[in-house]
Each structure stands twice: as structure tokens, then as C-alpha cells.
């Protein structure tokens, strides 16, 4: 599936590159990332393997043994320079950026790179992982273009590629294999029966393997195609070690202490899911058939009652698949049955504990339990065993808006509504929606300011420093959402003197005749500051009080 995307994207390039097209090409990329991390894992596990094997029967797998060392070196040398000579410098280039700014952002939700800890450590091995929203010249193919085609780096990573495909295929022919050649992939200029392969543009005109691949590209599909030929480099590993391990050619099984393995999907399951689970014998001959047997809710299989479970292997493995019904921690206990070669049975048994959860979900306002008109409530939203991206979540009473760098929501209330409800929802592995439940929150209004002249909310005070200050402000005092504020609007101030006086005022600043009212003030005289109005940001005007002043 990432190779089909990647044929259909890189045929549009020809067009104008839209945010739509950008973004499929990082889900490509990030597909392909993951792809190669999962192929990495599974390329070290069986050379952990090919290594027992040597302990084991080192006169019988010593030759096999040091050529796919030979081969992971060379992995290890090709894989190292499309990340460090080629994929990071290209990066560097397009971006404007050095080196010390890509391994070390000041602003970690802005850095280029997701694996930072690892690409700092001390694998044999360089994988980048490019986070290429935070990329600015991610459609950009000028600087790209340079740096591959015209400082010639496309043509020494075809030949890196070239020497790479040769160096394994005469490897393992040396091992034993005729004809190996034609079940290895990397073909740059000639296909498998050594006709010239022919690439074209959009309008037929033959292109080299470089300009096909890097010419007027732009740097996320570059970025996409550097990783792509990196899981064509593993799988060409992977192939040639398996290759190399089958050609000891054991009768017996391939280790001393062989193990029953059991690879759970997931030990959390939502009420109602499935719960999944691969069982297989570790580095066994996958065309040897063997059976499954195992109980639930049991500890020891030897003291298990009834009837137990049969299954049958298919190509070295056992899918275990049973529906969970039940809530809490459920046990089952299981048996391997192999034939050994003498005909006689070998017997491993094997125990493992998952958990089954009813269908749960945390929905948490980050400020408060409650949700307020006119503001952007902002909410998290998590539920166990499911990632972000797999939620989705349903607001009545209100609209929401997701924040696109760390994906928590807010929710703005509708006018008139008291409650809002939101409920969530998320797709599992199989597709289906599953219900995670609805939280309910109580609608209010946000609370009035607090009126003062400075810090002055009322008593004697010298008219000097009233007019020193000049101004009425509205404070909202232990209020948690941080940049809302009210704007004084209006008010009227209000004195006594042989008569009342009375002068309306707006805006937050004493106009002049406020200002002449105060300086006129005599000692003792009270000045009241009257339906003080505050108006939102979204423009509701309030009344929320008065000022009692005493000209001390």
C-alpha cells in the first residue's frame, strides 16, 4: 500500500502542490518510517537468532554466520549514508538551518526531528525520523534539486545503491545459492533480465534514474523516496540473512532451548473487542506444522479441567482470536505440540495475563470543571488503548476546534445553552466504532470583574491620587483563563456640592470634566463612580457596580 501511494504522489508533482497533496505525502513518509522501524526490529531479531544458531553448531553455521555479518556491515555503511550524507545535508540546505539546530531545537514542538533520542545514541544505525509539518520548505524543490542532481549526490547514491545489490548478491551466491541475483530488488538502470529500464516524464521524454527520482522534486517526496529506498535496503538484508540461515540446513531444530513465544496484539481490551495474539515456536522451520491447545482462566495447563481449545499452525504460527466479554484480569495457559524429527513429540507450554477494561474515556477541562460562555474552553480528551488520532468526539451545546500541535480540543459554548455534552467515540484496529461514553459539563457565565481606580475600590482617599491614576479598570481577579479581560465602557461619575452634579463618562480614562469635577472636590465631599459598564471581547456589555469615594 505505501509503494501504490508513492507511485500516484509522485505523478502529481507535476502539478501545483496543495496542502492536501503535502499532507498525503507526509502520511506516506511517516507510513514508510514506521514501516522501517517494524522491518529493523524484526532484521535484528533474526540475527539474534542466526547467532544462536552459531553458538549452537558453530563448525556447521560459521561460514553463513560471517557473511551476514559482512552483509550487515555493509547495511550499516549504505543505510548511514542516505541518512548522514544524504537525507540530513539535503535537509540542512532546503531549510537554511545547520546541524546544531537540527539536533538541538530550542523549541522541542517545532523540531525537525521525532527520534532525537535515538539519532543521539549509539546505534550502528541512523534512522531519521522527520517531523515535515514543522519543515517550512517542505514544497520547496530548488535548493533539493541542487543538492541531489547538480552537486551530482543522486548519481553516488545509485552507484552506493548499485554496489550494495552486487556486493550481496556475490555473498550469498558464495554461500551456496545460484542465481541469486534475480530475487534481489535495488535495479537503477537494468531489469532482472538485463534490459534497459526506461524512465519518462509526462510527456515521454527518457529520463535517467536520477532526474526520475530527484529532479524538480520536492523535499517531502524527496524525504518519502530516501526512506523507501532505505526499506528496499532492509528488505534486501532481511532476504539475504534468511537465505544464508535456511542454507545451514539443521534437521533438528535450530536451538537447544527452543520457546513457546506468544505476542499479544494488546494486554488492555476494551469491553467487547477482540483479544489477539500470535503463539509460535521462536526461529522453527515455518513450514513445520504443530498444534495449540490451551485453557482459560487456568494457571497450570497440567492441572487445567475439561476439554482444552485446539488450534492448527499456518505457516509457522498460530492467530489466537477470542472474544472478551468479562471485566478484569483474565489468565489462559497454553501447550505447543511439534513432532521432532524422530518422530516423537515435543511439548512446550506457555502462560500469559491480559487485562479487559470497560469502554472508558477521560474527558478533562484543562482550567475547569465547568465550561463558560464566550470562551474558548479548552478540554483533553484520552481514552486507554487508543491513540489521538484514532478519537473522535461530538459536542452538543457548543462547536469545537482542535489544536493542531498537541491535539486537545476547545469548545465554545452555544448561546442560550446550560449544559454541554461531549461524547467520544474511536475506531479500533478493525474499523468499528466504539462508544467510550459521554461526560456532561455545566454551563457559566464568566464572573464580573473587579472594579478599581489602581488598587482603590472605594474610601477616603486624596483626590491627588485619583487624578494621578486617571482611570477606571476592570480586573478579573482568581480567574484561571489566562488573556480574558473586560474593558471599562462607560460610567457615570456623581458628586454633591449645593447641588447634585452628575457627568457621564466614557471609556476607561476620566474625560476633562471629570477631571475638573474631582480637582473641585473639597475635603470630605463624596464622589461616587456609578453603573460602571465593562464590555467582552465579544462585545456583551455588563453592568457590575460602583466606586464610593471620600476626598480625604
Not at 162 to 170: G, I, S, T
Not at 263 to 279: C, L, M, R, T, V
Request: proline share 3%.
Amino acid at each position: 500500500m505505501i509503494g501504490m501511494m508513492y507511485l500516484v504522489l509522485t505523478a502529481l508533482l507535476a502539478l501545483n502542490v496543495s496542502a492536501d497533496i503535502l499532507d498525503a505525502f507526509a502520511i506516506v513518509n511517516d507510513g514508510q518510517e514506521k514501516t522501517n522501524a517494524s522491518v529493523e526490529n524484526k532484521i535484528e531479531d533474526y540475527y539474534n537468532i542466526f547467532e544462536q544458531q552459531y553458538i549452537r553448531e558453530p563448525e556447521k553455521a560459521r561460514s553463513y554466520w560471517e557473511k551476514a555479518n559482512e552483509i550487515r556491515v555493509k547495511t550499516d555503511e549504505i543505510i548511514n549514508f542516505i541518512s548522514n550524507d544524504i537525507m540530513v545535508p539535503m535537509v540542512l540546505e532546503t531549510e537554511g538551518i545547520t546541524l546544531d539546530n537540527l539536533l538541538n531545537p530550542k523549541d522541542k514542538k517545532k523540531s525537525l526531528v521525532r527520534n532525537l533520542n535515538k539519532i543521539n545514541s549509539d546505534n550502528s544505525r541512523v534512522f531519521y525520523e522527520f517531523e515535515l509539518k514543522n519543515i517550512d520548505a517542505k514544497d520547496k524543490y530548488d535548493a533539493a534539486t541542487n543538492f541531489m542532481i547538480n552537486n551530482g549526490n543522486a548519481a553516488l547514491l545509485k552507484n552506493k545503491i548499485q554496489e550494495y545489490r552486487e556486493f550481496v548478491v556475490n555473498t550469498v551466491e558464495d554461500a551456496g545459492l545460484s542465481n541469486y541475483s534475480k530475487y534481489v530488488g535495488l535495479l537503477t538502470d537494468v531489469d532482472h533480465n538485463g534490459e534497459k529500464i526506461i524512465y519518462t516524464d509526462n510527456d515521454g521524454q527518457e529520463l535517467s534514474w536520477e532526474n526520475k527520482n530527484f529532479e524538480h522534486i520536492i523535499l517531502t517526496a524527496e524525504i518519502a523516496i530516501l526512506n523507501k529506498i532505505i526499506g528496499e535496503i532492509q528488505t534486501t538484508e532481511y532476504d539475504a540473512i534468511t537465505a544464508l540461515f535456511k542454507q545451514i540446513g539443521s534437521s533438528d531444530f535450530k536451538f537447544e532451548s527452543v520457546q513457546a513465544r506468544v505476542i499479544q496484539k494488546s494486554d488492555f481490551i476494551i469491553k467487547g473487542q477482540n483479544y489477539e495474539a500470535e503463539i509460535f515456536i521462536a526461529a522453527a522451520d515455518t513450514s513445520k506444522a504443530f498444534d495449540v491447545k490451551y485453557y482459560m482462566d487456568a494457571e497450570d495447563y497440567n492441572k487445567a479441567k475439561g476439554q482444552p481449545v485446539k488450534l492448527n499452525s499456518k505457516e509457522g504460527k498460530v492467530l489466537l482470536s477470542f472474544p472478551t466479554s468479562t471485566v478484569g484480569v483474565h489468565k489462559y495457559v497454553g501447550r505447543i505440540e511439534i513432532p521432532r524429527p524422530d518422530g516423537t513429540m515435543a511439548y512446550y507450554d506457555f502462560n500469559e495475563t491480559f487485562q479487559v477494561a470497560p469502554p472508558a474515556v477521560t474527558v478533562a477541562p484543562t482550567k475547569m470543571m465547568v465550561m463558560y460562555e464566550e470562551l474558548q474552553n479548552p478540554i483533553s480528551v484520552s481514552a486507554p488503548g487508543f491513540t489521538s488520532d484514532e478519537i473522535t468526539i461530538n459536542v452538543e451545546g457548543g462547536k469545537y476546534t482542535r489544536d493542531k500541535n498537541d491535539g486537545d480540543y476547545f469548545v465554545e459554548v452555544n448561546k442560550g445553552s446550560k449544559v454541554v455534552k461531549v461524547k467520544v467515540t474511536a475506531r479500533d484496529e478493525t474499523g468499528t466504532m466504539v462508544d467510550l461514553g459521554t461526560q456532561e459539563f455545566r454551563v457559566k457565565q464568566v464572573p464580573d470583574p473587579v472594579v478599581k481606580i489602581g488598587d482603590i475600590t472605594g474610601g477616603k482617599v486624596e483626590k491627588e491620587v485619583l487624578l494621578s491614576i486617571g482611570r477606571v479598570m476592570a480586573v478579573m481577579k482568581d480567574f484561571d483563563f489566562e488573556g480574558f479581560n473586560y474593558v471599562v465602557d462607560s460610567y457615570t461619575v456623581s458628586t454633591y456640592r449645593g447641588t447634585f452634579i452628575d457627568k457621564n463618562n466614557k471609556g476607561p480614562k476620566f474625560s476633562s470634566e471629570v477631571i475638573e469635577l474631582i480637582s473641585n472636590a473639597q475635603t470630605g465631599q463624596r464622589i461616587q463612580f456609578q453603573d460602571i459598564c465593562v464590555r467582552s471581547p465579544k462585545g456583551e456589555v455588563r453592568n457590575v457596580g460602583s466606586i464610593n469615594i471620600q476626598i480625604k
